[in-house]
């Protein structure tokens, strides 16, 4: 379909409305216990487009009794019904493809073109994927001369999911996808800045999932987080969004030594190599810049510069910057939305003050955007950090925005050092003609997932995920199934009873 900005207005007139959403539990939406309200804003505007509930403890603790009730029969439920489920709620999403793009637009400020090519059909292609993978966890068999052993791969159970504002319904199917295929029931917490897509979705398809099998509890994080992931019935947790957040919610699982998924912040390295093609490389840094207004816990935001190519680099990044369309999200030419909140907005902004006393030349942007129409929305002009420094903080920090820094490199080795020498590692980008040394280079980069000669080419199937302090755990792909399920293993003997009780350790090297 073509989107046109008469019609996103049209739409964002029905959909903007502010509706205010329960908390859904057993299949059931119920007022929360606290009798408060959280308002969601639109970014670009500061107006209200809807309310959700301000949840606590006892909220919590419903839901996830209604997960625990409805786990026993959804675990045990055919790989085929899960199949079924998992590629209708794909087609609900479907159907409603532009609407979620919208709500997305309107609650996070990003451009509805994003959402509409990435966001919703990212979460479309999950649940397809997971749909397949329903058939996956079937364990495995092993013979011996005296006993067979089973291997049984059963789901973990409840699953508590909290997710961040950047990508909600992306985020919600990253969690809900596999989970589901997995035969886990889920209590999910989205995040109160930012989940109208969220609980659209779940008002969707409330008739396809069976009560109780997904949970969603708002609120805020710190209120909400430590009842659910101490609850004794939560048996597994899923998080993405901030370390600092990420080490509250590992420090919550000890107390039942419940297993976790963490895919935190990054700081990736986007290298570009003296032969590489300069303009496609400089296109990729402002593709990271700016998509999702650089709210993407993958971007390439130090971009790692030879030397004999920095000032045709930086002549091409700036120019193909300087062309990019900021404006009122809702519009299909914008490229350059609003940030999510003031709190990141604020935050981008420091980041400002501390680049210039950190001494870095900032040739372009640094500074909040006036859009005309939208002179209450929280925008920031495109910003480019050049002579950066590895050590200093604007190189060191995520500031999640759209904010690159450029660094210059003339030495391999020392380049890929550099590239590691950062608490995170998420993403990367190699940019060369050259395979050997793009081989090379991947090989050498302490980080999760990365592209040759293509930022963000995200693939059905690729494992998501970071090394270091960037998380742990795989999402997207068939190891995500692992992480919701635990093997079992049961030996039956099968010799006659006899009265020699040793017991038999395993000895893979000996003849015995
Ligand atoms: P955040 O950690 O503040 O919030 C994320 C979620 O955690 C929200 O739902 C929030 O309510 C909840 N939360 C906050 N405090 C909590 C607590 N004490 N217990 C339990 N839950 C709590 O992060 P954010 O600022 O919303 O998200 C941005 C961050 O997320 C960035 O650092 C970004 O890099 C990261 N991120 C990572 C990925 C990834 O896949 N690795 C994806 C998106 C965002």
Redesign the pocket.
């Known amino acids: 379909m073509e989107i046109t900005l008469e019609l996103a207005r049209q739409k964002a007139g029905e959909l903007g409305k502010p509706k205010t959403f329960g908390q859904f539990i057993g299949g059931e939406w119920i007022a929360g216990d606290s009798g408060k309200t959280i308002a969601l804003e639109n970014p670009a505007t500061r107006q209200l487009v809807g309310y959700i509930q301000d949840g606590n403890a006892t909220d919590v603790n419903r839901a996830v009794e209604a997960a625990a009730a409805a786990f026993p029969k959804w675990a045990l439920s055919a790989p085929a019904q899960r199949q079924n489920i998992l590629r209708a709620l794909a087609q609900r999403i479907r159907e409603r493809h532009f609407d979620y793009a919208l709500l997305e637009s309107l609650n996070n400020g990003k451009p509805i073109t994003d959402a509409f090519t990435h966001d919703i059909v990212g979460a479309m292609g999950h649940f397809e994927f997971f749909a397949g993978a329903a058939f996956y966890p079937h364990g495995s068999t092993a013979d011996f001369a005296d006993a067979t052993m089973l291997v049984h791969r059963e789901p973990i159970g409840v699953a508590a999911q909290?997710?961040?504002?950047?990508?909600p319904l992306l985020?919600a199917a990253?969690k809900l996808a596999p989970a589901l295929a997995a035969g886990c029931t889920v209590v999910l917490?989205?995040?109160?800045?930012a989940?109208l897509s969220v609980m659209q979705f779940i008002e969707d398809i409330a008739d396809i999932v069976p009560p109780g099998v997904i949970n969603v509890i708002t609120?805020?994080?710190?209120v909400?987080?430590?009842p659910?992931?101490t609850h004794p019935k939560v048996r597994k947790v899923t998080?993405?969004?901030?370390?600092?957040?990420?080490q509250?919610?590992i420090g919550?699982a000890a107390k039942n030594v419940i297993p976790q998924t963490?895919?935190?912040?990054?700081k990736s390295a986007n290298i570009v190599c003296e032969d590489a093609n300069i303009d496609a490389a400089a296109q990729s840094a402002v593709v990271t810049n700016i998509f999702n207004k650089g709210?993407?816990?993958?971007a390439g935001t130090r971009v790692f510069v030879h030397e004999k190519v920095e000032d045709q680099f930086l002549e091409s990044f700036r120019r193909q910057l300087q062309a990019v369309v900021q404006g009122d999200p809702l519009d299909p030419a914008t490229q350059l939305g609003a940030m999510a909140s003031k709190?990141?907005y604020d935050k981008v902004n420091g980041y400002f003050d501390l680049a210039r006393d950190e001494g870095v030349d900032i040739p372009m942007g640094g500074k909040p955007a006036s859009v005309t129409g939208l002179e209450d929305g929280l925008f920031i002009e495109p910003t480019i950090f050049s002579g950066v420094r590895n050590d200093m903080r604007v190189a060191q920090e995520?500031i999640?925005g759209p904010v690159t820094s450029v660094i210059r490199w003339n030495d391999e080795a020392e380049m890929l050092r550099q590239a590691n020498d950062t608490e995170y590692g998420?993403a990367g980008g190699i940019w060369t003609s050259n395979l050997t040394r793009a081989h090379r280079i991947a090989r050498g980069l302490e980080t999760g997932m990365i592209w040759v000669n293509r930022y963000y080419n995200f693939k059905p199937g690729m494992p998501?995920?970071?090394y270091k302090q960037?998380?742990f755990g795989r999402?997207g792909c068939l190891e995500t199934i692992d992480h919701y399920t635990l093997s079992k293993a049961v030996v039956i003997n099968l010799e006659e009873p006899h009265s020699n009780y040793a017991v038999r350790a395993p000895a893979p090297n000996s003849e015995s």
């Open positions: 909290i997710i961040p504002w950047n990508v985020m990253f917490k989205p995040a109160e800045i989940c609120g805020y994080g710190p909400i987080g430590e659910l992931v998080f993405t969004g901030s370390r600092p957040t990420a509250k919610i919550y963490m895919e935190l912040g990054g709210e993407v816990c993958s709190i990141q995520e999640f998420l998501l995920g970071g960037s998380g999402e």
